[in-house]
Structure formats: C-alpha cells, structure tokens
C-alpha cells in the first residue's frame, strides 16, 4: 500500500508510503512519513495548526495550513500533527 489511513471518532492516523498526499477529513489528524520524500502534502485542512517533529519526537516546525493543498516539511520518519 502507498498510504494507509485508520480513523476513529473525528481522528485520523496515517501512515504515508510512497503518496505523500494526506486528505484530511478528521479533526485531529497524525501522518507518518515514511517515505523517501522530505515533504508530505496536506490538502483539505486550510486553518489547521500543525506541528512535526523529527523521529525523535523533537518539535522542528508548526504554524497554520494556509491553502486547500499546502507542502510542508517533514523529515523521512518524522511526523505532523494536524488540529482543527
């Protein structure tokens, strides 16, 4: 599988392959990158916050979804947190 999803009363965990597109539909999402891509593309989350952070768990970027369809920074193994 190139992404896989898992969904559970307004959350949502991902888990990115080979697509680095995650189409939020949740409230609270989590996207793993486990991708060769430095990047995962957010799309249908504009005004979320979000933060990623490395695969040590350290915080190295947050801020807002600012578009429809936003690329945003995520290390190979690191991980975005998305809130409405």
């Known amino acids: 599988y190139s992404l896989v999803c898992s969904e559970l009363e307004n959350k949502a965990v991902f888990t990115a392959y080979n697509n680095p597109?995650?189409?939020?539909?949740?409230?609270i999402a989590?996207?793993?990158?486990?991708?060769?891509?430095?990047?995962?593309?957010?799309?249908?989350?504009?005004n979320y916050s979000y933060k990623v952070v490395n695969c040590m768990?350290?915080?190295i970027l947050s801020g807002t979804i600012e578009s429809d369809l936003q690329e945003?920074?995520?290390?190979v193994a690191g991980m975005i947190v998305l809130e409405k």
Request: glycine content about 4%.
């Open 21 to 27: 597109v995650i189409s939020v539909k949740t409230d």
């Open 30 to 46: 989590v996207a793993v990158n486990a991708t060769a891509k430095k990047y995962l593309i957010i799309k249908n989350a504009e």
């Open 57 to 59: 768990g350290e915080e």
């Open 72 to 75: 945003i920074r995520v290390p």
